[in-house]
């Protein structure tokens, strides 16, 4: 009980999102690290690790997404990163980082 317990309290906090080579999760894992990483950015709209962490969850999502619909649903939450970063902290690190990676695909 307290496994489980401890399990879903750190599904509730937002984790970093790193590469599939360096760590793999489920597409629920990322699906859900992308609403709390949303959450987060709402409470700090300049929070460039948060930007880079939701822009990772919607990416990392798409690739291991199994339907094709459900790629095309995350490629579009990437652009839409991609848009939202652009008003909230272009001409940043991070800005540029995720820009490069999203033009990489």
Do not use: C
């Not at 307290?2 to 970093?16: D, M």
């Not at 859900?32 to 950015?41: G, I, M, T, Y």
């Not at 962490?53 to 990392?60: D, F, V």
């Not at 490629?75 to 540029?96: D, L, N, P, Q, R």
Request: proline letters at 1%; hydrophobic letters at 45%; zero cysteines.
């Amino acid at each position: 009980m307290l496994t489980f317990t401890t399990f879903g309290w750190v599904q509730n906090e937002p984790r970093e999102v790193k590469s599939l080579a360096i760590e793999f999760h489920d597409y629920e894992w990322y699906t859900n690290q992308f609403v709390l990483w949303e959450k987060e950015l709402k409470r700090n709209k300049k929070d460039e690790m948060a930007w880079i962490n939701l822009y990772a969850a919607a990416r990392m999502a798409r690739i291991v997404a199994g339907e094709m619909e459900d790629k095309q649903v995350w490629y579009k939450k990437e652009k839409e990163v991609i848009e939202k970063m652009s008003k909230s902290i272009k001409g940043t690190f991070a800005y540029y980082r995720v820009l490069a990676w999203y033009n990489a695909v």
